[in-house]
C-alpha cells in the first residue's frame, strides 16, 4: 500500500479498510505516481486474479504489470483517489483487468 496522494495517513487509512475486507496488507510507505489516476495496482503475471479482486474495490484504478514472479500486488493511490468501493456495492462477476487510462485523461496512452 503505497501512498502518492500526498495526503498523510491516507494509505494507513486504507490498509485498514482493506484489512477490514479480508485484504493481506504488508507494507505502507510512499511513492510518487506518473500517471494521473485514482490508483494503481501493480502485479505481476501470477498476481492478475487478486489485482482484479483489488480492482473491483479501489473505483479508478489502473492496473499495470510489472516483472515480479510472486502473486503479490502493490496499490498506489493517487492525487485524485476518492475512496473504496461500498463493499456492498463491489461487482463480483468476472470480467477484465482495466489497464489503460480513460483518453483524455492527464497521463493516458491512446
Known amino acids: 500500500?503505497?501512498?502518492?496522494?500526498?495526503?498523510?495517513?491516507?494509505?494507513?487509512?486504507?490498509?485498514?479498510?482493506l484489512k477490514a475486507r479480508s485484504f493481506a496488507v504488508k507494507n505502507v510507505g510512499n511513492?510518487?505516481?506518473s500517471v494521473s489516476a485514482g490508483a494503481v495496482v501493480r502485479g505481476g503475471f501470477a498476481g492478475e486474479a487478486?489485482?482484479?479482486?483489488?480492482q473491483r474495490n479501489v473505483p479508478g484504478s489502473i492496473y499495470v504489470r510489472d516483472g515480479r514472479a510472486d502473486a503479490s500486488v502493490d496499490l498506489v493511490l493517487g492525487p485524485s483517489f476518492k475512496g473504496l468501493a461500498?463493499?456492498?456495492?463491489?461487482?463480483?462477476?468476472?470480467g477484465p483487468?482495466?489497464?489503460?487510462?480513460?483518453?483524455?485523461?492527464?497521463?493516458?496512452?491512446g
Do not use: S, W, Y
Open 1 to 17: 500500500m503505497l501512498n502518492a496522494a500526498g495526503k498523510e495517513g491516507l494509505a494507513t487509512q486504507i490498509a485498514g479498510e
Open 31 to 33: 511513492e510518487r505516481l
Open 50 to 54: 487478486a489485482a482484479f479482486t483489488l
Open 97 to 109: 483487468i482495466l489497464c489503460t487510462l480513460p483518453t483524455g485523461t492527464p497521463g493516458a496512452h
Open 86 to 94: 461500498d463493499p456492498k456495492l463491489v461487482d463480483q462477476t468476472p
